[in-house]
């Protein structure tokens, strides 16, 4: 096989897999494999080691596994984390309730969902959340496994 003239990327997922790509071959094409395991599985709040990133920053046990340059040239995205997960700008979904504020009492922990998405709150912002709350800390203390 020679130096390609022209790439195309593709990305395997549940309606699209091996056998789909496979009938490449059959239009002449072939295909060049790049496997990325960190970019694997990080949208979905299944994966431990993605959510304590999420949750912890640069503080979490896994955050050398992933290729997150936490010291970008611009000095305000330093030590943040910036996902691309929204299907809209940050105020219009903001203010059209796009974003919901959850308590996870299993977990004992907070999380911001959007969409499917679910993006862990970092535990030294609980202090201002548990500020505005609506229910008294007591409801919530019960709410937590023994």
């Given at each position: 096989?020679?130096i390609p003239?022209?790439?195309?990327?593709?990305?395997?997922r549940?309606?699209?897999g091996?056998r789909?790509?496979?009938?490449?071959?059959?239009?002449?094409?072939?295909?060049?494999?790049?496997v990325?395991?960190n970019?694997?599985?990080?949208?979905?709040?299944?994966?431990?080691?993605?959510?304590?990133?999420?949750?912890?920053?640069?503080a979490?046990?896994?955050?050398?596994?992933?290729?997150?340059?936490?010291?970008?040239?611009?000095?305000?995205?330093?030590?943040?984390?910036?996902?691309?997960?929204?299907?809209?700008?940050y105020?219009?979904?903001?203010?059209?309730?796009e974003?919901?504020?959850?308590?996870?009492?299993?977990?004992?922990?907070f999380?911001t969902n959007y969409?499917?998405?679910?993006?862990?709150?970092?535990?030294?912002?609980?202090?201002?959340?548990l500020?505005?709350?609506?229910?008294?800390?007591?409801?919530?203390?019960?709410a937590?496994?023994?």
């Amino acid at each position: 096989m020679g130096i390609p003239r022209a790439t195309y990327r593709i990305q395997l997922r549940r309606e699209f897999g091996f056998r789909d790509a496979a009938v490449l071959h059959a239009h002449g094409m072939g295909q060049i494999m790049d496997v990325v395991p960190n970019h694997m599985g990080v949208m979905a709040a299944d994966n431990a080691w993605w959510m304590d990133v999420l949750e912890n920053g640069q503080a979490s046990a896994y955050a050398d596994f992933f290729d997150i340059d936490w010291h970008p040239a611009s000095a305000h995205l330093a030590n943040r984390l910036l996902v691309p997960a929204l299907g809209g700008h940050y105020r219009a979904l903001l203010e059209a309730g796009e974003f919901a504020l959850r308590f996870d009492a299993r977990q004992g922990s907070f999380s911001t969902n959007y969409d499917e998405h679910r993006f862990p709150v970092d535990p030294r912002t609980y202090a201002p959340i548990l500020g505005q709350a609506r229910v008294p800390l007591q409801s919530l203390a019960e709410a937590l496994p023994a």
